[in-house]
């Protein structure tokens, strides 16, 4: 229950990053093809308009099945409403068209933490520091399930990287938990 209270939820709605690379390469096209939907939803999403981007990223899956994009927003759709099952499956389907959607292994993190599915929360924050070591919330996340777990002196070198990573996120992280070389805990 701690860890849910501490994690960092870095939802960042990406909707802008991930319209510039979804939509580049048919930045002319106009009418009902994905790209084109995919933007007006992108819109929608980004103006707070979430019922409104759902349906258009449902529409984007039915004229291209395979857009990790759309399945990855109706994920950050859900989890913002709090719908974390739903949120669950469309990032799952986001990462089996791309095992190394970064945003997308991280918010499915966050979700499964929230379910309290601690074991594959770290697993996937793993997952997102093999494709980026450089990640300081996954870092931060994983430090905390960690120490959460017991494994204290694991956790606090996770932390201790997120901070030599990220200056920023000391003040989240409890003093007790900065200093990393003692022996306390496995």
């Known amino acids: 229950m701690r860890a849910r209270a501490r994690i960092v939820l870095v939802l960042g709605l990406l909707v802008w990053g991930l319209s510039l690379v979804a939509c580049s390469s048919d930045a002319g096209s106009t009418g009902n093809d994905a790209g084109s939907v ?98 300081a919330a996954a870092h931060l996340n994983l430090g905390f399930l960690l120490v959460d777990s017991g494994k204290r002196k694991e956790g606090k070198a996770e932390l201790a990287t997120a901070v030599q990573l990220d200056p920023t996120l000391e003040s989240r992280i409890p003093d007790k938990l900065l200093v990393v070389g003692d022996a306390t805990g496995p």
């Open 38 to 135: 995919l933007r007006q939803a992108l819109q929608a999403h980004a103006d707070g308009n979430l019922d409104q981007a759902a349906d258009l990223y449902k529409q984007v899956l039915v004229l291209d099945p395979q857009n990790k994009f759309a399945y990855y927003n109706l994920g950050l759709i859900h989890q913002t409403e709090g719908r974390l099952g739903a949120a669950a499956e469309n990032y799952g389907f986001a990462i089996s068209i791309d095992p190394e959607f970064g945003p997308a292994l991280f918010n499915l993190a966050t979700v499964k933490t929230a379910l309290g599915e601690t074991d594959a929360a770290a697993d996937l924050y793993r997952q997102v520091l093999k494709i980026n070591p450089d990640n």
